[in-house]
């Protein structure tokens, strides 16, 4: 029982700090090496689920990526390459219910939606779709279906891409 006040002390510690440090005027940024892109072609290679919270980390760097260079005024050809275990982020609501044995429908819908509206070409891969049973009807409005992943983001190298892989 001792240890429970001294346990109670380092939280009220911990806390005070964390909010201490959010009080604290943000620290000051020198850039050395400013980057600025006339133009990019990239793939991103999306084969796995990897999230920071609730959000998908590949679907947050295409925003961020998207935003960037339209903030820039630069030309980006981007491509969003769904296979694997990420296959199931291009479901339209009822196939994702079905699937993720849910009834939220997909969360990733609209964020999908925006990307395809500001120009990124989403892809879901034929062997995914088919090793999991699922047709052209199952996917989400506007995405495109290649007819396998790997071979894709080879291609797509083959013709300038960069390949991020989040």
């Not at 440090?21 to 940024?29: E, M």
């Not at 980390?57 to 903030?71: N, S």
């Not at 070409?121 to 049973?133: F, H, L, R, S, Y």
Request: aromatic share 6%; with cysteine; glycine share 8%.
């Amino acid at each position: 029982m001792k240890k429970l006040p001294l346990a109670a002390a380092m939280l009220a510690a911990a806390l005070t700090a964390t909010t201490a440090w959010a009080d604290a005027t943000p620290p000051q940024i020198h850039v050395d090496v400013p980057v600025t892109l006339k133009s990019a072609k990239i793939v991103f290679n999306m084969d796995h689920a990897a999230f920071n919270g609730d959000m998908p980390i590949g679907i947050k760097h295409m925003q961020l990526v998207v935003q960037r260079f339209h903030k820039m005024g630069a030309e980006l050809s981007m491509v969003g390459v769904f296979h694997s275990d990420a296959g199931y982020m291009l479901l339209n609501d009822e196939t994702y219910n079905k699937v993720r044995k849910t009834n939220t429908g997909n969360p990733y819908a609209p964020l999908i939606a925006d990307l395809i509206k500001n120009g990124v070409q989403i892809e879901e891969c034929a062997v995914t779709m088919q090793g999991n049973g699922w047709g052209n009807e199952n996917l989400l409005p506007n995405v495109k279906v290649d007819s396998g992943a790997i071979g894709r983001i080879v291609q797509l190298e083959q013709n300038g891409y960069i390949m991020i892989q989040p």
